[in-house]
């Protein structure tokens, strides 16, 4: 049975914390392996829809938890009206990428629909929606440490050419780690997004060796790393 509810006193470093239902009663453990393979960390106050399994120490506790996509609060016909610049971006940046493939040029800059990107991406900040692929362009403003818990993740945040920030997590036993990456370097990108209140999160920026989810990458110093 599926239960729903929000991530609450999320303790990063020991990769656990709880979730507290919106149908009430007591707060239920949940450790980081329980999100499976959503390729992110959680941070606070997000909601989720999970399973209860009993656990021998701490009794209830938080199993196949996903991350819920929070939709605007406009009317239907709002969310559709929404919905098709959406589509209608990723489609373009995806037939852009693969003329250029195709033609052997290079991808120095992106900034024609990098653009279009940034505003999508700004859109689904502001309205708090999460799994959408996107492709775009930023400047590398600060390299943080790997994630070693699970699978291991170059993280670095970019900031686009609209002033947002976002926090890229590469998979680095999937793919190629960037090397020799640096502050104020151009990197382009396509992948998943998913929102949390810091910018949100780019994830999937690999190919999927199951071949069941859209394949991303990212580009640094005209090399591809996928």
């Known amino acids: 049975m599926s239960h729903q509810g929000r991530i609450t006193d999320w303790n990063d470093d020991r990769g656990f914390g709880f979730i507290?239902?919106?149908?009430?009663?007591?707060?239920?453990?949940v450790h980081i392996s329980a999100f499976g393979k959503r390729q992110r960390r959680p941070v606070g106050n997000e909601i989720?829809?999970?399973?209860?399994?009993?656990?021998?120490?701490?009794?209830?506790?938080?199993?196949?938890?996903?991350?819920?996509?929070?939709?605007?609060?406009?009317?239907?016909?709002?969310?559709?009206?929404?919905?098709?610049?959406?589509?209608?971006?990723?489609?373009?940046?995806i037939l852009a990428y693969g003329f250029i493939q195709k033609q052997g040029f290079s991808l120095p800059g992106l900034s024609s629909w990098s653009r279009g990107a940034d505003s999508?991406?700004?859109?689904?900040?502001?309205?708090?929606?999460?799994?959408?692929?996107?492709?775009?362009?930023?400047?590398?403003?600060?390299?943080?440490?790997?994630?070693?818990?699970?699978s291991r993740h170059q993280r670095f945040i970019l900031r686009l050419a609209s002033g947002q920030t976002v926090l890229v997590a590469h998979n680095i036993d999937l793919a190629p780690r960037i090397g020799g990456l640096r502050t104020g370097d151009s990197v382009a990108f396509n992948g998943e997004y998913e929102w949390n209140p810091k910018g949100g999160v780019i994830h999937w920026t690999h190919h999927d060796p199951g071949g069941r989810?859209?394949?991303?990458?990212?580009?640094?110093?005209?090399?591809?790393?996928?």
Do not use: C, M
């Open 20 to 29: 507290t239902p919106n149908s009430g009663g007591g707060r239920v453990f």
């Open 213 to 226: 989810h859209t394949a991303g990458w990212l580009r640094h110093g005209g090399k591809l790393y996928q």
């Open 120 to 150: 999508t991406l700004q859109n689904a900040y502001d309205n708090r929606q999460s799994d959408i692929q996107l492709a775009g362009e930023g400047i590398v403003t600060k390299i943080l440490a790997d994630d070693r818990d699970g």
């Open 48 to 93: 989720v829809t999970y399973e209860l399994v009993k656990d021998a120490r701490k009794g209830n506790r938080a199993a196949n938890v996903r991350y819920r996509v929070l939709h605007p609060t406009s009317s239907h016909s709002n969310w559709h009206r929404l919905l098709g610049p959406v589509i209608s971006v990723i489609v373009i940046a």
